[in-house]
């Protein structure tokens, strides 16, 4: 820490608010509350490749941000918040593990996360790599959202924090993966959000609830 | 630290007598605020120096049976709370202890006070006292330890627990400022404060409704010169909290020699810090509404993960 310049220390806290942000959609109830942290991460996400490409000088990575702005802190919030709206009672009334329970476990599966990457960061010394931490975290969060929480938008939101964590990762492993790689990816998850919202709505329809705990029988 | 020179002793005492003469103006200054916000034109600034004036007035009154807890605790909160002004690097860095503003000293001096109001409490025998104290000890059982690591989290950069160290240390290094464990200690430091000053969604401050109230149920049985000192007590420390916390995260203006004239810069940096931060508070209370009780714990619980998830990153990143 002691000779940290600045755009090292604006890289490290645009990773540390896409760790915080995962850590927010666990700790709120409200089904709006849990969407807006997830735009604020696509936003830091964005801000994260920003950062990079000004500093290393990749032209792609500024595409790469534009991209993520886009899809992840727009386009996929917004889809998420016209499901909100079908529920608006919605949100964990009822999560399978409460919250300070899910709070304590997301600092366990931080310090694994921290634990586990130690080797990873050890090979390579460099300021991007020492932040490939938080991004493994919000994988292990969001997996953590995806068991732990039964609301059809929480299960969108938790596949989306895992997305954004990998994301995290290969931004700051490899500076920049290939522009048609990063669009697949990111066009790839904005369609499952697509697919995932026409399945809620049908949900809705049938059963007047987002809640996959009803999904118990088999029916014709 | 070794010799104390005249100023740092001055700095000390000035530091006491600005937080006890100014905590009651703050509080004054946050109705003010939030009066005007709601479209009310509300008191005086200085209302709760004419209220604190009144009940000096008065007689003192003790419950039946009640003991030496009851009467010994708003002694206690007041001389632990002016103990802990004395002692934090809060006018300057050089303060009048060596090694006394360390943080352990300064969150368990605080937590002595909270467990003399719950012991008297206790001590009346009343229904509400009981509730009140349980009510207390349960959420400062949760905030402190956030407290605790949240300033840790801050102490690993400088690798000193001395709250001096680490606001000098931020001083030389302004980058650390804008660092992940910064922004996630100070998210868990607002809440801590907030719970601690017993402010709005935790506990509501202008209500006697029994099923909500915390603060208010434990001084239920205080009346006159006891109550006015529970309340200045209270009023000294949640201005020492927003003056810590103004400090910790924003050194800018801290004196570090407590000598002449940047001891004058120290005094209106602060004032003016810390009557931001408490016009910033209640402006917030303005649209916010008491979270239930059950709800609290949840909101702990996040605090004490942010400033773990602090201490986990500056560890990483240093």
């Not at chain 2, 002595?112 to 006292?129: C, E």
Request: include cysteine; proline fraction near 5%.
């Amino acid at each position: 820490m002691k000779s940290t310049s600045l755009p090292a220390a604006l890289l490290a806290l645009s990773s540390g608010l896409v760790l915080l942000c995962a850590a927010v959609a666990l700790w709120r109830r409200t089904a709006k509350g849990i969407v807006g942290a997830l735009r604020v991460q696509g936003f830091a996400l964005a801000v994260t490749a920003l950062i990079l490409g000004v500093q290393l000088h990749i032209a792609l990575l500024l595409v790469t941000a534009g991209l993520l702005v886009l899809v992840k802190a727009i386009l996929i919030p917004v889809l998420l918040r016209r499901i909100v709206r079908l529920d608006p009672t919605g949100g964990e009334t009822d999560p399978v593990v409460n919250v300070p329970a899910s709070l304590v476990a997301a600092v366990l599966l931080t310090l694994v996360a921290f634990v586990a990457t130690r080797p990873l960061v050890d090979v390579v010394p460099g300021v991007p790599i020492t932040l490939a931490p938080f991004g493994f975290a919000t994988v292990l969060i969001g997996f953590f959202v995806l068991v732990a929480r039964r609301k059809a938008v929480s299960q969108m939101v938790g596949l989306l924090l895992v997305d954004n964590g990998i994301g995290l990762v290969a931004l700051l492993l490899t500076t920049g993966v290939p522009l048609l790689v990063e669009l697949g990816g990111t066009l790839d998850v904005l369609l499952v959000v697509v697919v995932l919202r026409v399945l809620a709505t049908r949900m809705h329809a049938e059963l007047g609830d987002l809640d996959l705990g009803a999904l118990q029988e088999l029916h014709d | 630290m070794a010799t104390l020179s005249p100023w740092v002793v001055g700095s000390g005492l000035l530091q006491v007598a600005l937080f006890v003469v100014g905590a009651p103006l703050l509080l004054g200054l946050m109705r003010t605020v939030r009066c005007r916000m709601e479209g009310r034109i509300g008191p005086p600034i200085r209302q709760p120096w004419r209220d604190l004036r009144k009940l000096f007035a008065k007689g003192r009154t003790q419950p039946e049976r009640s003991t030496f807890f009851f009467a010994s605790a708003p002694v206690v909160l007041v001389a632990t709370t002016v103990v802990v002004v004395w002692l934090a690097p809060l006018l300057s860095t050089r303060v009048s202890l060596a090694g006394g503003s360390d943080l352990f000293a300064i969150v368990f001096l605080l937590l002595l006070g909270s467990v003399a109001l719950s012991l008297a409490a206790l001590d009346t025998g009343t229904a509400f006292g009981g509730m009140g104290s349980s009510r207390l000890m349960t959420i400062v059982a949760l905030a402190e330890p956030a407290l605790l690591v949240a300033i840790l989290a801050l102490a690993a950069s400088v690798r000193s627990s001395s709250l001096s160290t680490i606001i000098v240390g931020t001083l030389h290094h302004p980058i650390w400022l804008a660092t992940p464990q910064r922004l996630l200690s100070f998210a868990a430091f607002v809440v801590v404060v907030l719970a601690e000053s017993g402010r709005l969604p935790v506990d509501n401050p202008a209500t006697h409704l029994e099923l909500t109230m915390i603060h208010e149920a434990l001084i239920l049985e205080y009346s006159g010169p006891d109550l006015a000192l529970v309340m200045l007590g209270e009023q000294v420390r949640l201005t020492f909290m927003l003056g810590l916390l103004a400090n910790l995260f924003f050194p800018w203006g801290v004196s570090l020699s407590a000598a002449g004239l940047s001891l004058i810069v120290g005094v209106l940096a602060l004032a003016a810090k810390v009557a931001v931060l408490g016009i910033a508070i209640s402006a917030g209370e303005v649209a916010m509404a008491k979270l239930r009780l059950f709800r609290v714990p949840e909101l702990l619980a996040g605090a004490f993960m942010l400033s773990i998830l602090a201490v986990l990153s500056a560890l990483v990143i240093a």
